[in-house]
């Protein structure tokens, strides 16, 4: 393994997740594929429901059986090493020391019980063997990097005394702690405000560019996205339909959840009463996921084929791809909204 910037530091190769429930299997993510590079950015995008989550827990080791389970030939690489493959002792190292994980419930994921300065510390002593007193100081300065005020008092605070916000930036501290090299954020604005959502992405940013963390922002938001990510993975359905660079999906986007995703934002340069887009329908159900196009039953392009077989990938340069039949040669010219 070299150490030049743009190795990859994740690779993420035919990930098949299932969960076992009692109306049977469902396969919550079927053949997701993607790499990380060091210092790069990430977004996966998609509705609820579409597997962005569960390929985040994969990745950070937190699918259990006997409900869930990742399937045979599913490989998650970090620096080249299967994790799946890792006993013990190396996923302690790795959870919480090399890959960490922001979830979009704070109060859920604080311990109601314990000092939020205990909780950063525990981390900072089980990764970074700290003394008692070094943890300590370490905690304040983190809450202090975060922009929690009186960092010194906030310490010995219970996470019920926080607000929203402050919660959220108690968690990026707790993630940052041990220099993580991989940050997963799981919708980390979901329930706050705008003004706040734009002071926690500013924070992720910051603390990104300082320690040179890639970053896997998880988000059903677009307009989170442009702000942070360099390559954006468009998800449905427990597959991904289209991946690009920023400029590629919100200016030359070639699948048509995507077209439906960039219409439903809303727009500041609208009238006021101007209708919000949505995409009409719902989901395929993965217990019994469809054949071809999981897309299909929703998107106003739909041809026979998309119903029969799974589009392939067409490649138009420089890592844009989208998996969709309007790209075969024999299709229908249609008009792309991004180019319209």
Known sequence: MSDQKNDKILEVKNLKVSYHTYAGEVKSVRGVSFDLKEGEAIAIVGESGCGKSVTAKSIMGLIKGPQGEIKQGSEILYHGDNILNYNKKQWQAYKGGEVAIIFQDALASLNPTMRVGKQIMENLMAHKHMTKDEAKKEAVRMLQKVGIPEPEKRVRQYPHE???????????????????????????????????????????????????????????????????????????????????????????????????????????????????????????????????????TRCEYCMEICKEQMPEVTEFGDGHEASCWLHHPLAPKVEMPGEA
């Open 162 to 296: 926080f607000s929203g916000g402050m919660r959220q930036r108690v968690m990026i501290a707790i993630a940052f702690a041990c220099d993580p090299k991989i940050l997963i954020c799981d919708e980390p604005t979901t329930a706050l405000d705008v003004t706040i959502q734009g002071q926690i992405l500013d924070i992720i940013k910051e603390l990104q560019r300082e320690h040179n963390t890639s970053v896997i922002m998880i988000t059903h938001d677009l307009g989170v996205v442009a702000n942070i990510a360099q390559k954006i993975a468009v998800m449905y359905s427990g597959v991904i339909v289209e991946r690009g660079n920023c400029e590629d999906i919100f200016y030359r986007p070639r699948h048509p959840y995507t077209w439906a995703l960039i219409r439903s934002v809303p727009r500041l340069d609208l009238e006021n009463k101007q209708v919000l887009a949505s995409i009409p329908g719902t989901p395929p159900d993965l217990l019994n996921p469809p054949v071809g196009c999981p897309f299909c």
